[in-house]
């Protein structure tokens, strides 16, 4: 990142990416003949389960089990590793040509892709813990799945490998390096269809990368034409599909986006940048276009109704902009793809919420760009003013389909804890659409409702509307106060991400939306 050298923002300069650089590939040889580092085997229950003799009735623990002179047995038998979902057993072996062997649990059955990804994630620790450079996967129950599935899962598995290894230490002193560096696929065939699966892993898990990097970045790094300038390198990198334009005050302005500027008015140290990042299919026509739309406040104090307390979270509001790091993340990933007969517009209007003297004050009035006005009754529901103006904005490209992702509120945190996103969209065809394209991707969302009753919560006396309803439903509310500024010939979708974009316990990005994003994408492409 460029230009960040100021002596007020602490001389903090990130050291280099560790993006993994891992080798995936399929192999069609016995899982005893493997001879690397470590043997990571999948399980489910079923697999675990023992004869008369004390012996595993599943045919790949058997082998292995024999191969190892029943130290498998014994050693499962001790640690009570029983195949449940999260359990995992890893022994360093001797007379075989690997030197570790792991088994890892998938529960009762394993059939989603959420499943396999938290595999992957699964044994990427271990990987890292034995500091194996190289590993196998193998699934103790493969002989029961179908053909068809096979590619679909080792992707997923891949997927789960990359995020779970990738650390992003660019911004510590003495960072360590990821040591894994080859993947082997044992016994889920091999071909075409699944180096295109494995492939299509690699690029999505690189889009993984890119969004949490840009989440992990403090404030006093990314700031909104930091932002900028990360998206015109995508741009540039891959400008045989997409381009870019960066709208600073003036052109804000004169696109009339009140609502917004009202946001960006108290942050003059770091002024707002509206990015707008077009993909274009390298050949043939265009069938459907496309409109992606993140929320991007790289750093939320909440303005005059400051976040205080320890509950607010103020030290974490560097992971505001984590719906326009999804989007970006997806175009990385989709540039690399470069699916066929769609048109992408993803646009953020990237800014701080700050507080200046000439900020925004509660009671104020701003101006939509579609002539909507907003009485601002919380300077701290700042990201929906932000979104207005740029669903507006998108809605006018002539896009057929809408989503938009946003940590938009806590109330959806309350509602659905931690681990999952809420949607909401008046669009049947788009929910069934988006939720197929999540359940692939192995990403938790739950659909909300948009109760319009609630409306009457959002009505001012002296303008259109106020931007935050009382406490109760605050997520539908924030949904249906985005519903005004998008056109009603467009299907549209509300993504709230607050909880699923950042784990609480570890303090870092989760890379969120992206695997979703990327895969509706491709299923909208001709």
């Known amino acids: 990142m460029a230009d960040i050298a100021r002596v007020t923002l602490g001389l903090t300069r990130p050291g280099p990416s560790n993006a993994p650089k891992i080798n995936f590939a399929a192999k069609d040889i016995d899982v005893l003949e493997w001879s690397r580092d470590l043997l990571a085997v999948g399980v489910i229950e079923k697999d675990v389960e023992r004869d008369e003799q004390g012996h595993f009735k599943n045919s790949l623990l058997h082998r292995l089990n024999e191969a190892l002179g029943g130290l498998l047995g014994e050693a499962s038998s001790e640690e009570e590793f029983s195949g449940k979902s999260a359990q995992s057993i890893v022994l360093r072996v001797s007379g075989l040509r690997f030197k570790r062997v792991g088994l890892f649990g998938l529960g009762q059955s394993a059939s989603r892709a959420v499943a396999f990804v938290g595999l992957g994630e699964a044994i990427a620790a271990a990987a890292q813990a034995s500091r194996a450079a190289s590993l196998a996967l193998a699934l103790a129950f493969s002989e029961d799945l179908s053909d068809g599935s096979k590619p679909d899962i080792a992707s997923a598995i891949a997927l789960g490998i990359v995020k779970g290894i990738f650390d992003d230490n660019r911004y510590k002193s003495n960072p360590k390096m990821t040591l894994l560096q080859s993947v082997d696929v044992l016994g889920l065939g091999f071909g075409p269809n699944m180096e295109k699966k494995l492939k299509y892993a690699e690029y999505v898990s690189s889009g993984i990368v890119f969004g949490k990097e840009l989440v992990n970045s403090p404030a006093n790094i990314l700031t909104p034409g930091e932002f900028a300038g990360e998206v015109l390198k995508i741009a540039e990198e891959y400008n045989d599909v997409l381009s870019a334009k960066i709208f600073k005050e003036d052109r804000m302005i004169e696109l009339k986006m009140g609502s917004y500027l009202g946001v960006t008015a108290a942050a003059t140290a770091n002024p707002a940048h509206f990015i707008h990042l077009c993909y274009k299919p390298p050949c043939g026509p265009v069938l459907t276009k496309l409109g992606l739309v993140g929320k991007g406040i790289t750093f939320d104090s909440g303005g005059y109704n400051l976040k205080t307390g320890p509950n607010s979270n103020i030290e974490t509001m560097k992971k505001d902009m984590g719906g326009a790091a999804a989007i970006f993340g997806a175009a990385k990933a989709i540039a690399e793809l470069k699916p066929l007969g769609v048109e992408i517009h993803f646009v953020v209007a990237a800014?701080?919420?700050?507080?200046?003297?000439?900020?925004?004050?509660?009671?104020?009035?701003?101006?939509?760009?579609?002539?909507?006005?907003?009485?601002?009754?919380?300077?701290?529901?700042?990201?929906?003013?932000?979104?207005?103006?740029?669903?507006?904005?998108?809605?006018?490209?002539?896009?057929?389909?809408?989503?938009?992702?946003?940590?938009?509120?806590?109330?959806?945190?309350?509602?659905?804890?931690?681990?999952?996103?809420?949607?909401?969209?008046?669009?049947?065809?788009?929910?069934?659409?988006?939720?197929?394209?999540?359940?692939?991707?192995?990403?938790?969302?739950?659909?909300?409702?948009?109760?319009?009753?609630?409306?009457?919560?959002?009505?001012?006396?002296?303008?259109?509307?106020?931007?935050?309803?009382?406490?109760?439903?605050?997520?539908?509310?924030?949904?249906?106060?985005?519903?005004?500024?998008?056109?009603?010939?467009?299907?549209?979708?509300?993504?709230?991400?607050?909880?699923?974009?950042?784990?609480?316990?570890?303090?870092?990005?989760?890379?969120?939306?992206?695997?979703?994003?990327?895969?509706?994408v491709m299923k909208n492409s001709s």
């Not at 896009?399 to 996103?421: F, M, N, R, Y």
């Not at 959002?458 to 106060?481: E, H, R, W, Y």
């Not at 979708?493 to 909880?499: A, P, R, V």
């Open 351 to 520: 800014c701080e919420n700050m507080i200046s003297a000439t900020g925004m004050r509660p009671s104020d009035i701003v101006t939509a760009s579609n002539g909507k006005t907003i009485e601002v009754n919380n300077t701290d529901a700042e990201g929906r003013l932000t979104l207005a103006d740029a669903l507006i904005y998108t809605c006018k490209l002539g896009v057929d389909k809408i989503i938009d992702l946003a940590t938009l509120t806590g109330a959806c945190i309350t509602a659905l804890g931690p681990s999952v996103a809420g949607a909401f969209t008046p669009n049947e065809e788009l929910a069934t659409e988006v939720f197929a394209a999540a359940e692939r991707s192995g990403e938790k969302i739950w659909r909300l409702p948009m109760e319009e009753s609630y409306w009457e919560f959002m009505k001012s006396g002296v303008a259109d509307m106020i931007n935050t309803g009382p406490g109760q439903g605050g997520a539908i509310t924030g949904a249906l106060f985005l519903k005004q500024f998008v056109d009603e010939n467009v299907q549209w979708m509300h993504l709230d991400m607050s909880g699923p974009i950042w784990d609480a316990r570890k303090s870092i990005a989760t890379g969120f939306g992206v695997s979703t994003l990327v895969e509706w």
